[in-house]
């Protein structure tokens, strides 16, 4: 495990970029794993600027994303689908055909799910993952559980995860309970494996996460056993390590 400290969320932003950016340099037709939610969005930010620039290209780049809400359509402003096109997609010369999210709006879970881990199989595996950390140490939806969940899996949200989620809607209401989620397996075969964390409500989670026990009941935990595992923190969520 390396651990990269920060300044502040735009450093934080930055150097997470230059290891996504080196990636796609070294490996044109790579193929990277995507998050949501607010922490990467300064990440991909700094990437669009350097696309701008000419310093990187995404023509050949496959992506596959992390999750998706259960029973959400694709031009759902609050999908994944949605936010990761409104970020990143629309901004940078990704192939249309080359971008896979779960299909939220299939409500077959089992088949959502199969399809997804097929997807994932075809396109060769994950080359570089990128993640954000839960307050709960959640990864994708991989909620505290007993065990760890293998492959794509359709889960019960847990109101911590509602909770947080709320921001995004009008109501708390409107939030999904449920999300297709890749599984930890999954994560884990990535070749590398990159986690961004910043805030005061990261440090607590952070130092449970890598320097406690390797636990489902903190999905995260299990990074520790990855063997290219990079997290990416600014000085806030670094404050307890």
């Known amino acids: ?14 150097k997470a970029a230059n ?26 930010r700094q990437l669009i600027e350097w696309y701008n620039k000419g310093d990187v290209d995404f023509s050949e780049v496959t992506t596959v994303n992390l999750d ?17 096109h409104k970020n990143f997609f629309d901004f940078v010369n990704i192939a249309p055909e080359r971008v896979h999210v779960p299909d939220g709006a299939n409500l077959d879970a089992d088949a959502a799910c199969k399809e997804y881990d097929a ?7 994950i080359d570089l993952q990128l ?5 709960d140490g959640h990864i994708g939806f991989n909620e505290p559980n007993a065990a760890f969940e293998l492959g794509t899996h359709c889960v019960d949200l847990t109101e911590s995860t509602i909770e947080a989620n709320t921001r995004f809607f009008e109501k708390k209401e409107d939030v999904p309970h449920q999300a297709y989620t890749m ?18 409500n990261k440090a607590d989670i952070v130092k449970t996460a890598f320097f406690g026990p390797v636990t489902p009941e903190v999905p995260a935990s299990i990074l520790q056993m990855h063997p290219d595992f990079t997290l990416v923190l600014d000085a806030e969520a670094a404050a307890k390590l």
């Not at 193929?31 to 991909?44: H, Q």
């Not at 997807?119 to 595996?125: A, F, L």
């Not at 993640?131 to 307050?135: A, D």
């Open 119 to 125: 997807v994932i199989h075809q396109v060769g595996g």
């Open 68 to 84: 998706e809400y259960r029973g959400i359509l694709k031009d759902n402003p609050q999908s994944y689908w949605y936010f990761m």
């Open 19 to 44: 290891i996504l950016s080196a990636q796609v340099i070294m490996k044109p037709n790579c193929v990277l794993g995507l998050a949501t939610g607010g922490t990467p969005v300064g990440t991909y």
């Open 1 to 14: 495990m390396k651990i990269i400290c920060a300044t502040d969320y735009a450093d934080m932003s930055r």
């Open 183 to 200: 599984g930890i397996k999954s994560i884990m075969q990535a070749r590398k494996v990159l986690m961004v964390a910043n805030g005061a």
């Open 131 to 135: 993640l954000g950390i839960g307050p």
